[in-house]
C-alpha cells in the first residue's frame, strides 16, 4: 500500500522552528518530484516548497530564505525545515509525491502548523 506519512506539525511561537517530516512507503521516492503544499483555514492549496528528482528546488515566495525542503532516498524521506514562522504559516501542510509523466500522484493526510503566541 503506498503511504505518505507526515510528522513534526504543532504548535510554536512567532519566530520559532519546526521540521516536517515525511515518510514514504509502497514506493520508493528517488524517482519522485516531492513537494510540501499547505492550505490555510479558508483559502485554496498554495505550493510552498518542493525538491526534484535531480535535487534542485524551489519555494513559495514568502518563505524563500526561511524554509529549507530537503531528501533522503535512503531513508525514503522527505524534510521542511521551517524557520522564523510567521503566524501566516498557519496551515495544514500536505506532503506530495509525484512521478512525471505519469498517473502516480500521491498525498499525505496532512500535519496542522499554528504559530501562535
Known amino acids: 500500500e503506498v503511504q505518505l506519512v507526515e510528522s513534526g506539525g504543532g504548535l510554536v511561537q512567532p519566530g520559532g522552528s519546526l521540521r516536517l517530516s515525511c515518510a514514504a512507503s509502497g514506493f520508493t521516492i528517488g524517482r519522485y518530484d516531492m513537494s510540501w503544499v499547505r492550505q490555510a483555514p479558508g483559502k485554496g492549496r498554495e505550493l510552498v516548497a518542493a525538491?526534484?528528482?535531480?535535487?534542485?528546488?524551489n519555494y513559495l515566495d514568502s518563505v524563500k530564505g526561511r524554509f529549507t525542503i530537503s531528501r533522503d532516498n535512503a531513508m525514503n524521506t522527505v524534510y521542511l525545515q521551517m524557520n522564523s514562522l510567521k503566524p501566516e504559516d498557519t496551515a495544514v501542510y500536505y506532503c506530495?509525491?509525484?512521478?512525471?509523466?505519469?498517473?502516480?500522484?500521491?498525498w499525505g493526510q496532512g500535519t496542522q502548523v499554528t504559530v501562535s503566541l
Open positions: 525538491i526534484a528528482s535531480g535535487g534542485s528546488t
Open positions: 506530495n509525491a509525484n512521478l512525471w509523466r505519469t498517473e502516480k500522484d500521491y
